[in-house]
């Protein structure tokens, strides 16, 4: 049997080195952090090593971002404020700037955490849906997004990373029509998504144009690996100056808690993120 001040010394000594352990399985994530919108006061991003301003493409160019009947700042978030899109829309919230994602033609990693609320079969419209995307110049030149499939109940997830298109579709074939090992994606037949929970979505990016190493996508959700986007040459075509974040193509649902991180985390460094109790706020405290 234990001396009671032997417990209690234990119990002290647990209580000093828990909070230690926590800073540092959270230091290597706030280290990588390069943006971070929380959706709570506004649209634009609360921390960023590029620019900070959420904007709007329109008829008449681009343009700070409002909101409208399509987007809404709602206060039941994930973590306090999020987004809620009403309606299948032209709203599209986007994020510039080489410092949010890092986009390089040399050799390319990042990561994108993000949490969705929603049923994709009775919320979304007819069509693609693409939460998140990360587009260039010319689709044609490189895609990369997660998405919901067009036609098929229920709706399919996947993630992508379509390269240039003469690497992954030479032919041209119907990107509905292909098989899933046509695809470079990660396809899903189902994933845990619904109206009542919020499911984390995190994928991520490894060595894309680095023709001397592997590159490599994983796909996330609530923490677990789902999924792989391997053997396939990755390089893309786009001009940096071009690469931009966007959200919310015909979405119809809450999203919220949206950061981006320079490198591929690791397993392990997702289900971190994942159980960060305030989002990832708590990485940007004293940053």
């Not at 397993?267 to 940053?287: F, H, I, P, Q, Y």
Request: some cysteine; overall charge positive; aromatic content about 10%.
């Amino acid at each position: 049997m234990k001396h009671p001040l032997l417990v209690v010394a234990l119990y002290s000594l647990a209580s000093v080195l828990s909070p230690l352990s926590s800073a540092q399985n959270t230091a290597p994530l706030k280290q990588a952090l390069t943006f971070h919108a929380s959706f709570d006061q506004g649209f634009d991003a609360d921390f960023s090593r590029g620019e900070k301003g959420a904007l709007s493409r329109t008829k008449q160019g681009t343009v700070p971002l409002a909101a409208n009947e399509e987007l809404k700042l709602v206060p039941d978030g994930r973590f306090g404020g999020g987004l809620h899109f009403t309606k299948k829309g032209s709203t599209q919230p986007r994020f510039k700037g080489a410092g949010v994602l890092g986009y390089n033609d040399k050799s390319w990693s990042a990561s994108v955490s993000v949490w969705l609320r929603l049923d994709p079969d009775k919320d979304l419209e007819p069509g693609y849906c693409d939460p998140v995307q990360i587009v260039g110049d010319d689709t044609k030149k490189g895609f990369i997004f997660l998405e919901w499939s067009k036609d098929e109940t229920p709706r399919e997830f996947r993630f992508a990373i379509r390269p240039k298109i003469e690497l992954w579709n030479p032919n041209g074939l119907d990107w509905a029509k292909m098989t899933d090992a046509q695809r470079p994606a990660v396809n899903l037949k189902r994933a845990p998504f619904s109206r009542e929970a919020w499911t984390h979505a995190v994928f991520t990016l490894e060595n894309v144009n680095d023709t001397s190493k592997k590159p490599l996508g994983k796909l996330y959700l609530n923490g677990a690996l789902m999924g792989k986007i391997e053997n396939w040459n990755l390089t893309f075509g786009w001009n940096p100056e071009a690469v931009q974040l966007v959200l919310g193509a015909a979405y119809v649902g809450q999203l919220d808690d949206l950061a981006v991180f320079n490198r591929a985390l690791t397993d392990a460094e997702v289900k971190v993120l994942n159980g960060l109790k305030s989002g990832v706020r708590e990485l940007t405290t004293n940053k």
